[in-house]
């Protein structure tokens, strides 16, 4: 949930974890250029109760579902997580989330509680000018579509209806695993570097309550990018009628059963007002952010760079109500099987293309073992062009060289064999820094065993302050057991493929 102006998602220090969101504030594609949506099929069935959660169809299962059936005033069970206070420092995080928002976020129930109904209220309290709000995640990160399948979110929610409302500003909304580095809510840590190429799916965002709705995918670098960071690729607000008055339902549907062009389409009480598809963005970016778990995120700020833009003024405003809710009935997840459980076949090796340039890059620490540090000029081969220098402003952690491969462009590949992952590993980590030119930004891509391979997994990486300001960029990637030769390839769009990267060393922390 990002509006544009924004920076980063950010972290408080040592404690939770709390994104920055971006705004759809780009009109998107149009509503009119959708292809249409079979909806017989789906979860979308209207359930008898806004508080009761619909069962799956045929060839679907539910996955995860809360219909808040607590006590009144009791709060969220333990499979959510408070968000609490109001920035996160470090790690690449500024204040304030990165929005402008002005609330504090707390665990009380004043804030966040259960009515006894069926209903959870996430309510703003302004206090002498002070405002309290509430921010909650799922303890999971685990929410994904499967390959060849699809996976539906949806929430039932009615929006705040204050009688002033200027700065309120209601969001359910999905993050990419990728930006945990550990635990969850006030436990837990986060890379903000990480945004957006792990991926945010904002499912449903209003704004000033104006009973309006919005849907945006973000993804690839900021800014720029092929989502348009900081924007998104978004719907622009849509008139949504009734969305302050009662309980609709916001979803969206990851639909991977096209291997060749997945989507993700939004829906408005099962009727599609959005798609994007992996066509609009690229393979690697696209595989990037959204193909992994997700977790989800409910929440009520206040103020902000996306209120803000929208009403042309400062919000909230002296006049902005107290006390109004985002109420809602029930948040669920379902999925199909996919083709995820069957075993993927072993692939026909191919020739391994002769590399422009061969040769070791003369590191001296130079382990094997995938959990450990290596020095990026461990490599053994490498194609496109190579230079190894010492890796200035940033310090060595044991087992790591002082050097560097230095300010890598597009179509190199550094080649590492004989890696060794063990019982497995679902993470990827690098030291990287960038003083890439303006919108110059691309992908460091883990591909394994042949350099024609599919990449397992990827971050992007754009500037970062400079070429001797480093970085700790984590991904995730496919699980990976066993020995490999590693090839960590290294992708731009950018025209004359000018230099967007520089690396010290990387890793891959057991699972």
């Not at 580095?181 to 792990?198: E, Q």
């Not at 293309?353 to 094997?368: D, E, F, L, R, V």
Request: net charge negative; proline share 6%.
């Amino acid at each position: 949930m990002q509006p544009t102006f924004r920076m980063r998602p950010r972290i408080r220090a040592l404690t939770g974890f709390r994104p920055a969101r971006r705004a759809a504030l780009a009109a998107g594609a149009a509503a009119t250029a959708l292809v249409a949506a079979t909806l017989t099929s789906l979860t979308f069935a209207a359930s008898s109760s806004a508080t009761t959660v619909p069962g799956p169809p045929a060839g679907w299962t539910t996955t995860y579902s809360d219909s808040f059936s607590g006590a009144a005033g009791s709060g969220v069970d333990s499979g959510w997580t408070y968000d609490t206070g109001t920035q996160y420092n470090g790690n690449g995080c500024t204040a304030q989330y990165g929005t402008g928002e002005v609330e504090s976020n707390t665990n009380s129930t004043a804030n966040v509680s259960q009515d006894g109904s069926g209903h959870l209220n996430i309510t703003a309290v302004n206090s002498g000018g002070s405002w309290t709000s509430g921010r909650i995640e799922t303890v999971s990160s685990s929410f994904a579509a499967p390959a060849g399948g699809e996976m539906e979110v949806s929430a039932s929610i009615k929006q705040p209806n204050p009688s002033s409302g200027v700065g309120y500003w209601p969001a359910f909304w999905m993050l990419g695993a990728g930006f945990r580095s550990s635990g969850a809510g006030t436990s837990g840590t986060m890379n903000c570097a990480n945004w957006p190429s792990t991926g945010e799916i904002d499912v449903m965002e209003d704004v000033n309550a104006l009973s309006e709705h919005s849907g945006t995918l973000h993804c690839g670098v900021d800014p720029g990018g092929p989502c348009n960071e900081t924007t998104g690729l978004g719907s622009g607000l849509q008139s949504c009628s009734g969305c302050q008055a009662g309980y609709n339902t916001y979803s969206v549907i990851v639909n991977r059963t096209n291997t060749s062009n997945e989507s993700i389409t939004y829906y408005l009480n099962g009727n599609a007002y959005y798609t994007v598809t992996e066509s609009q963005v690229g393979a690697s970016a696209w595989q990037a952010a959204v193909d992994h778990g997700f977790f989800l995120i409910l929440d009520l700020a206040i103020g902000g760079a996306y209120p803000n833009a929208i009403c042309g003024c400062s919000s909230p405003a002296s006049a902005t109500s107290s006390g109004a809710a985002m109420s809602v009935g029930y948040v669920a997840v379902y999925q199909t099987s996919g083709s995820s459980a069957s075993p993927t076949p072993t692939p026909t090796p191919t020739p391994t293309p002769t590399p422009t340039s061969t040769g070791s890059g003369g590191g001296t620490s130079c382990s094997s073992t995938a959990t450990a540090d290596i020095s990026a000029d461990c490599y053994q081969g490498s194609s496109g062009g190579v230079s190894v220098t010492a890796a200035t402003g940033d310090t060595n952690p044991s087992g790591v060289d002082g050097n560097q491969a230095a300010q890598l462009g597009d179509g190199t590949y550094l080649e590492y064999p004989g890696i060794n992952f063990g019982s497995g590993s679902s993470q990827f980590g690098a030291r990287v820094a960038s003083g890439a030119a303006g919108g110059v930004s691309g992908l460091v891509e883990v591909v394994l065993d042949n350099p024609s391979n599919a990449p397992v997994g990827s971050f992007a990486v754009g500037n970062t302050g400079g070429w001797s300001s480093w970085r700790t960029v984590p991904a995730n990637i496919s699980q990976v057991t066993g020995t490999h030769t590693v090839y960590l390839e290294f992708s731009s769009g950018a025209p004359g493929s000018p230099p967007f990267v520089s690396l010290h060393y990387f890793n891959f922390p057991s699972s």
